[in-house]
C-alpha cells in the first residue's frame, strides 16, 4: 500500500477545467490500478477515471469525453483534469490506488472542488 494525497481542489467557474494531482509515497509504476473517485453532497461516492498499470483507462459516463487522466510514473504521481466543468462536477475528489495482493486499497484524503456558475 501507498499514501496518497490530493491536491489541486478549490472553487472552478462552470464552463472552465479543473486539474488535480495525486502524489503517491511509493512507486506508482507497479500498481495495477491508479483512479478517482468524487463524492457530491449526500450522493454515494463515484467512479470518475482510473488507470490500469496496462495503459487501459476508464471513465465514469458523467465525465467521459471531456476528461483526462495520466500517470507519470517517474513522479508517481496521477493527474485528472476535467474541462468544460458542470456544477455537478462539485464534489470531494479521492485519489484511490489498488493493486493485486493488497489486502486493501489505497485512499487519499480527499479535495474538494466546488463549481461556481
Known amino acids: 500500500q501507498v499514501h496518497l494525497v490530493e491536491s489541486g481542489g478549490g472553487l472552478v467557474q462552470a464552463g472552465g477545467s479543473l486539474r488535480l494531482s495525486c502524489a503517491s509515497s511509493g512507486s506508482i509504476s507497479n500498481i495495477d490500478v491508479m483512479g478517482w473517485y468524487r463524492q457530491a453532497p449526500e450522493k454515494q461516492r463515484e467512479l470518475v477515471a482510473l488507470?490500469?498499470?496496462?495503459?487501459?483507462?476508464v471513465y465514469g459516463d458523467s465525465v467521459k469525453g471531456r476528461s483526462t487522466i495520466s500517470r507519470d510514473n517517474a513522479k508517481n504521481t496521477v493527474l485528472l483534469q476535467i474541462n468544460r466543468t458542470q456544477l455537478a462536477d462539485t464534489g470531494v475528489y479521492y485519489c484511490?490506488?489498488?493493486?493485486?495482493?493488497?489486502?486493501?486499497?489505497?485512499w487519499g484524503q480527499g479535495t474538494q472542488v466546488t463549481v461556481i456558475s
Open positions: 488507470s490500469t498499470r496496462g495503459g487501459r483507462t
Open positions: 484511490n490506488a489498488e493493486s493485486t495482493g493488497w489486502r486493501d486499497a489505497s
